[in-house]
């Protein structure tokens, strides 16, 4: 991975605490979004945007896509890298 693109995943965390707080009730277990909403105490179709922007920066992963209602997120790898990265970053 480059340095720019490093750069942009750090950024893209960096601007929302929200996505940075679903990543971080996801390092615990796979949820569904409404759990997900409850724990960092925002709306559902917020999370939803969350989760797709994560998604879509191959830090979490829906871990069952066919189903509409009921779909279970985990965080990756690379999410949880960058969870780390952004945690000690701004904990310095």
């Not at 871990?63 to 890298?81: A, C, M, P, Q, V």
């Amino acid at each position: 991975m480059s340095k720019k693109d490093d750069m942009s995943i750090v950024s893209l965390l960096a601007r929302s605490k929200k996505r940075i707080k679903v990543l971080k009730t996801l390092e615990k277990e796979d949820k569904i979004p409404s759990k997900i909403s409850k724990e960092i105490n925002d709306n559902s179709n917020h999370v939803s945007k969350y989760l797709k922007t994560l998604k879509d920066a191959e830090l979490v992963e829906c871990l069952n896509e066919e189903d509409k209602r009921y779909r279970f997120y985990s965080i990756t790898d690379k999410g949880r890298y960058y969870l780390n990265k952004v945690e000690k970053d701004f904990n310095d």
